[in-house]
């Protein structure tokens, strides 16, 4: 064995014998000299080391320069003591080489662990350190349905703004609300929402980018806006609508429903006639069993293990899902959901009617016939293909975006419309039912339809129904989890500095707990939005988002919501079915289900309910 060269010399006096496979030092103690043992077979090399011949390091100690590369632990001498660590391994080594094992570690290390926790601008940002050292953190309160929750415990425990990956943060103010979602904001739809792009197109959902979402959103806004609603075509479909579901529970056995189901087949109807007109309106309502069977798509529960796969695993999931022949037989058993996946009934339904609407048109110059409900979303969006030719919408993307409002406009409405229902119905609740039942009852005779209910118009103006409404999306908004979104520059948001790309975002589900703003926030109570407290209570109501990107089913929706539940309620009394006297209704929102979590019970995708006419009679 030889000493390395320069920068390190061996110190004078110190000689080693080549024939030795490793060496064995021991700890001794000299005032000026020490011996050195060394050999398996107990040989030794002694000579003279005294301290100033060793290289300096920090205060009196000095620091052995020996070039070994497996050492445990360096050498380290001072004055009185040589301190020697016991190695099983030795090997010379060239300083190039160890420097370069040095860096790579401490690049490493840095890395993993300084550079998320210490040097990262979003150190700053409270939080626990495991969900700021890795995503997989998160990634498990996901994979266990648990990260809506997990991320309004740690609120609670850190404060309004808290860390909940390396380059995640969640915010719970409204100065944050204005920031990242309001009017004007930069900051874009992360990828996360292209796992809802429909047939390989981009659509009002899954857009990056505020002004490719403001070109789209222009087409269609005007159909969806509440002037429209409140009128005719738009009212008389919903009416339409709104009767046949009365049919519905009147056909019931003993009234006795499941509103899960039924109120699916409600929303379902709705959407397809405002969408499609008479090319795609369903009748599920009127028990057709193949278009009941469309919200099957949505029953699975493995949908959610599907969208984790999608999220975090995207390059494993899409290889899985493209797999041929023998080798799709053989990954079959490792998929996370079985083909066909999600949502493929829904999406074959709604280009099958896009398909046969083109074919219509293309064979007929005077256009579809009018079905008596005006023109639809989706020839609308076929206008402007027809005059915008080279800039316009090609086939697939005006599927995709029909298909996407399609899918967002059953369980959406059809999931609130269930627990304001299933809310009404509680023991403890009834007053509130009561005084909703007063209100509908005095709406004048003028304000009723050719059927005996009230009109659209009528009921959007019912306060106390609006209030309860409100108050079932505070509680149980249908989407009521993180809303991610990014820029690509640096910003601030609450005085936090933001590196670009940064992922951040606010969820409707802990703004709606918020302890200072909604006193006893689980439990149920209308009349908070009616009192003074109101005002303070509608700033933090974000159950539709806000800005540019608040949902623009908004007011078919509450059209939807308003005048079900007027005709309901001016109808029967609800009451809950024995097996929901403890139980909680649940529904599936992207990885997670979400119910009322008072309740020891839960009863996913069901909820049974009595409605009893006010005479006794059912």
């Given at each position: 064995?030889t000493?390395?060269?320069?920068?390190?010399a061996?110190p004078?006096?110190?000689?080693?014998?080549?024939?030795l496979?490793?060496?064995?030092?021991?700890?001794?103690?000299?005032?000026?000299?020490d011996?050195?043992?060394?050999?398996d077979?107990?040989?030794?090399?002694?000579?003279l080391?005294t301290?100033?011949?060793?290289?300096?390091?920090?205060?009196?100690?000095?620091?052995?320069?020996?070039g070994?590369?497996?050492?445990?632990?360096?050498?380290?001498?001072?004055?009185?003591?040589?301190?020697?660590?016991?190695?099983?391994?030795?090997?010379?080594?060239?300083?190039?080489?160890?420097?370069?094992?040095?860096?790579?570690s401490?690049?490493?290390?840095?890395?993993?662990?300084?550079?998320?926790?210490?040097?990262?601008?979003l150190?700053?940002?409270?939080?626990?350190?495991?969900?700021?050292l890795t995503?997989?953190?998160l990634?498990?309160?996901d994979?266990?349905?648990?990260?809506t929750?997990?991320?309004?415990r740690l609120?609670?425990?850190?404060?309004?703004?808290?860390r909940?990956?390396?380059?995640e943060?969640?915010?719970?103010?409204?100065s944050?609300l204005?920031?990242?979602?309001?009017?004007?904001s930069r900051?874009?739809?992360?990828?996360?929402y292209?796992?809802?792009?429909v047939?390989?197109?981009?659509?009002?959902f899954?857009?990056?980018?505020?002004?490719?979402h403001?070109?789209?959103?222009?087409?269609?806004?005007?159909?969806y806006?509440?002037?429209?609603?409140?009128?005719?075509?738009?009212?008389?479909?919903v009416e339409?609508k709104?009767?046949?579901?009365?049919?519905?529970?009147?056909s019931?056995?003993d009234?006795?429903?499941?509103?899960?189901?039924?109120?699916?087949?409600?929303?379902l109807?709705n959407?397809?006639?405002?969408?499609?007109g008479?090319?795609g309106?369903t009748?599920?309502?009127?028990?057709?069993?193949?278009?009941?069977?469309?919200?099957?798509?949505?029953?699975?529960p493995?949908?959610?293990?599907?969208?984790?796969?999608?999220?975090?695993l995207p390059?494993l999931?899409?290889?899985?899902y493209?797999?041929?022949?023998?080798?799709?037989?053989?990954v079959?058993?490792?998929?996370?959901?079985?083909?066909?996946?999600?949502?493929?009934?829904?999406?074959?339904?709604?280009l099958?009617?896009?398909?046969?609407?083109?074919?219509h048109?293309q064979?007929?110059?005077?256009?579809?016939?009018?079905d008596?409900?005006?023109?639809?979303?989706?020839?609308?969006?076929?206008?402007?293909h027809?005059?915008?030719?080279?800039?316009?919408?090609?086939?697939?993307?005006?599927?995709?975006?029909?298909?996407?409002?399609?899918?967002?406009?059953?369980?959406?409405t059809?999931?609130?419309?269930?627990?304001?229902?299933?809310?009404?119905?509680?023991?403890?609740?009834?007053?509130f039912?009561?005084?909703?039942?007063?209100?509908?009852?005095?709406?004048?005779?003028?304000?009723?339809?050719?059927?005996?209910?009230?009109?659209?118009e009528?009921?959007?103006?019912?306060a106390?129904?609006?209030?309860?409404?409100?108050e079932t999306?505070r509680?149980?908004?249908?989407?009521p989890?993180?809303?991610?979104?990014?820029?690509?520059?640096d910003?601030e948001?609450?005085?936090?500095?933001?590196?670009?790309?940064?992922?951040?975002?606010?969820?409707?589900?802990?703004?709606?707990?918020n302890p200072?703003?909604f006193?006893d926030?689980?439990?149920?109570?209308?009349e908070?939005?009616?009192?003074p407290?109101?005002?303070e209570?509608?700033r933090?109501?974000w159950?539709?988002?806000?800005?540019?990107?608040?949902?623009?089913?908004?007011h078919l929706?509450?059209?939807?919501?308003?005048?079900?539940?007027?005709?309901?309620?001016?109808?029967?009394?609800?009451?809950?079915?024995?097996?929901f006297?403890?139980?909680s209704?649940?529904?599936?929102a992207?990885?997670?289900m979400?119910?009322?979590?008072?309740f020891?019970?839960?009863?996913?995708?069901?909820?049974?309910?009595?409605?009893?006419?006010?005479?006794?009679?059912?």
């Amino acid at each position: 064995m030889t000493w390395n060269s320069a920068p390190f010399a061996p110190p004078p006096g110190l000689s080693y014998l080549p024939s030795l496979p490793r060496l064995r030092f021991r700890r001794l103690e000299s005032s000026t000299s020490d011996a050195i043992d060394a050999g398996d077979d107990g040989s030794s090399v002694s000579g003279l080391v005294t301290s100033d011949e060793f290289y300096p390091s920090c205060g009196r100690g000095y620091l052995f320069r020996c070039g070994l590369v497996e050492a445990k632990t360096l050498a380290w001498v001072s004055s009185s003591t040589v301190m020697i660590a016991i190695l099983d391994k030795v090997k010379m080594a060239s300083w190039p080489a160890i420097i370069v094992y040095s860096a790579s570690s401490l690049a490493l290390a840095t890395y993993l662990i300084l550079e998320p926790l210490f040097l990262n601008p979003l150190s700053r940002i409270p939080g626990p350190k495991l969900f700021a050292l890795t995503k997989w953190r998160l990634a498990l309160e996901d994979w266990k349905g648990t990260r809506t929750q997990a991320i309004d415990r740690l609120h609670r425990q850190y404060g309004p703004a808290v860390r909940i990956g390396p380059s995640e943060v969640s915010f719970n103010s409204l100065s944050a609300l204005r920031t990242i979602y309001g009017p004007g904001s930069r900051y874009g739809r992360t990828y996360f929402y292209r796992m809802f792009d429909v047939y390989g197109k981009q659509n009002l959902f899954t857009f990056h980018s505020p002004v490719e979402h403001g070109q789209r959103k222009k087409l269609v806004s005007h159909a969806y806006s509440k002037t429209t609603m409140l009128k005719p075509p738009a009212a008389s479909m919903v009416e339409d609508k709104v009767h046949k579901y009365m049919k519905l529970i009147e056909s019931e056995p003993d009234h006795v429903s499941d509103v899960f189901n039924t109120l699916h087949y409600y929303s379902l109807d709705n959407i397809t006639a405002f969408l499609y007109g008479k090319y795609g309106s369903t009748s599920a309502m009127d028990g057709s069993e193949a278009h009941r069977a469309l919200i099957g798509d949505i029953l699975d529960p493995a949908r959610r293990r599907l969208s984790w796969f999608t999220v975090h695993l995207p390059s494993l999931t899409r290889w899985l899902y493209t797999r041929t022949d023998l080798m799709e037989s053989l990954v079959a058993p490792f998929l996370p959901m079985q083909k066909p996946a999600t949502y493929t009934g829904i999406r074959k339904f709604a280009l099958d009617v896009y398909t046969s609407f083109k074919n219509h048109k293309q064979g007929k110059e005077t256009g579809i016939e009018d079905d008596g409900h005006g023109s639809s979303i989706m020839e609308r969006l076929w206008q402007h293909h027809n005059t915008q030719r080279e800039n316009g919408m090609d086939d697939l993307e005006i599927a995709s975006e029909c298909a996407d409002h399609f899918l967002a406009g059953i369980d959406t409405t059809s999931d609130t419309l269930m627990f304001l229902v299933w809310s009404l119905s509680q023991p403890r609740n009834k007053v509130f039912q009561e005084k909703l039942r007063q209100e509908v009852l005095g709406i004048p005779a003028e304000s009723l339809n050719e059927r005996g209910y009230p009109t659209v118009e009528a009921s959007d103006k019912c306060a106390y129904l609006q209030a309860i409404i409100k108050e079932t999306l505070r509680l149980y908004a249908p989407l009521p989890s993180y809303e991610p979104r990014s820029v690509q520059v640096d910003s601030e948001v609450d005085g936090y500095a933001i590196p670009a790309d940064t992922v951040v975002g606010i969820q409707p589900y802990t703004l709606h707990r918020n302890p200072e703003v909604f006193e006893d926030p689980l439990t149920f109570n209308p009349e908070r939005w009616l009192g003074p407290q109101a005002a303070e209570a509608n700033r933090w109501f974000w159950a539709f988002s806000s800005g540019g990107r608040m949902c623009i089913g908004l007011h078919l929706a509450m059209a939807e919501m308003t005048t079900l539940t007027a005709a309901i309620y001016r109808t029967y009394q609800t009451n809950l079915a024995p097996a929901f006297k403890q139980a909680s209704p649940g529904i599936t929102a992207r990885f997670e289900m979400f119910y009322d979590e008072r309740f020891p019970t839960i009863k996913e995708h069901s909820c049974i309910i009595k409605f009893q006419s006010f005479d006794g009679s059912v």
